[in-house]
């Protein structure tokens, strides 16, 4: 939990760092964050940490959540290109649907920084993830030791994210 929070921080800190470049002191920016599933904890520990650094860092923040849904994820999007955003931060439900993301962003003059999951093609500003390879195989050996150490005799389940995503093949 601790190295969790530790590199949330690092992430948020990073994306409103990429968004302050070349950012003249003004009336408050509005910055978007479309999460995958704000219900989530991983994704819920990210909003409130672009929401905390965003107020830190002058910025209104809006988040919208996907619940995985592609439909609401295209109404936030739209929503955002309405109300002329001038920044998107994206968690998007797949790799794949990033792709149109990124295209209506291009199209309204609005930059992106992809958040973790990742994109299949386009063009964004930044793009920011965990080690999630890495994580995965950790949090594999870390529950294969804890079966051991506590003597447990059974089978293991694994839970996995989709695999359309990018995030989700490394996990």
């Known amino acids: 939990q601790q190295l969790l929070t530790f590199s949330t921080k690092l992430l948020i800190f ?23 599933d704000i219900s989530i904890p991983f994704w819920a520990v990210m909003s409130n940490g672009v929401q905390e650094a965003g107020v830190k860092n002058g910025y209104e923040v809006v988040v919208f959540s996907s619940e995985n849904d592609l439909k ?27 792709v149109t993301i ?43 030791g804890q079966i051991r150490d506590q003597g447990i005799d059974g089978t293991v389940g694994i839970i996995s994210i989709p695999q359309k995503r990018i995030n989700g093949q490394m996990r």
């Not at 990073?14 to 995958?36: D, M, T, W």
């Not at 290109?81 to 990033?98: A, E, T, Y």
């Not at 930059?111 to 299949?120: A, L, M, N, R």
Request: hydrophobic content about 40%; aromatic content about 8%.
């Open 14 to 36: 990073f994306l409103f760092q990429v968004f302050s470049i070349g950012r003249a002191e003004a009336a408050p920016k509005k910055i978007a964050y479309i999460v995958s």
């Open 102 to 144: 990124l295209k209506l962003a291009k199209r309204a003059g609005i930059p992106v920084i992809i958040s973790d999951i990742g994109t299949e093609s386009g063009e964004y500003t930044s793009f920011v993830s965990s080690d999630n390879k890495s994580g995965g195989y950790q949090i594999g050996k870390e529950l294969a």
């Open 72 to 98: 609401k994820e295209l109404v936030s999007v739209a929503q955002v290109i309405k109300n002329k955003f001038d920044g998107l931060i994206i968690s998007p439900v797949n790799s794949r649907s990033c």
